[in-house]
């Protein structure tokens, strides 16, 4: 049971490139973040999908495009990378459905992303 | 102001010490709590979810206060594996469900 997968792992860019991370998880979850992790400033939420087909802005959208593909994978684009996008990169999952319901969220290992 | 704030630390103590960290939260609609722990260039990983009444888990002890709108984690104890950053995670309902991390607060224990 691998739980939430990402690839790269490391990835180097040049201002301007384009990339796409990947995320999936096996443990048939309904609901898929992407996050961002910086020095001081904790995870902020980029994206979120609460289920199959759907995908809504999380704090700092700007900059990115996501893609639920299936249940399974969700995707992370930039489509011009900037300086300001280096970060470690985080996919998770759980199985909120909506509501208030307590929910755990699974990470992955994380994407460290440097934008030259 | 944060919403979600935390005491960076470090906090820096001897095996077996008893340490607590606190957590404050802006909103008062907040609904769901948790303690994270990431270690170093690791992802983060659920420690415990926080409930009204209190709970606890072996060393660990988690608490609410909605009156001052705040979060405590309270380590008994302290191994050298509970060295890691600690994140308080708040979830709340204010036109779609938010879910916000804090920064973390480092904890180093010592031989």
């Known amino acids: 049971n691998a739980g939430v997968t990402q690839t790269p792992k490391f990835q180097v860019l040049k201002t301007g490139q384009s990339m796409t991370l990947q995320c999936a998880q096996d443990m048939n979850h309904n609901s898929m973040y992407w996050y961002r992790q910086d020095p001081g400033m904790g995870l902020r939420l980029i994206y979120y999908s609460a289920s199959e087909g759907t995908t809504d802005k999380g704090e700092v959208p700007n900059g990115y495009n996501v893609s639920r593909l299936n249940k399974r994978e969700f995707s992370l684009r930039l489509e011009s990378a900037a300086p300001s996008q280096t970060s470690v990169y985080f996919c998770?999952?759980?199985?909120?459905?909506?509501?208030?319901?307590?929910?755990?969220?699974?990470f992955g290992p994380g994407t460290r992303l440097l934008v030259l | 102001r944060k919403e979600v704030e935390q005491d960076p630390g470090p906090f820096n103590v001897p095996e077996g010490a008893t340490v607590a960290f606190n957590c404050t939260y802006s909103n008062s609609a907040s609904q769901s709590f948790f303690w994270y722990r990431q270690d170093c260039r690791k992802e983060p990983k659920l420690l415990m979810s926080?409930?009204?009444s209190g709970n606890e888990d072996g060393r660990f002890t988690a608490q609410l206060n909605r009156a001052s709108q705040y979060i405590s984690l309270l380590i008994r104890d302290s191994k050298l594996s509970d060295s890691a950053t600690y994140l308080c995670v708040v979830k709340s309902q204010i036109g779609g469900f938010k879910t916000i991390f804090g920064a973390g607060t480092r904890l180093f224990v010592k031989a």
């Open positions: 998770a999952s759980s199985t909120w459905t909506g509501g208030t319901q307590q929910e755990t969220q699974y």
């Open positions: 926080v409930y009204s």
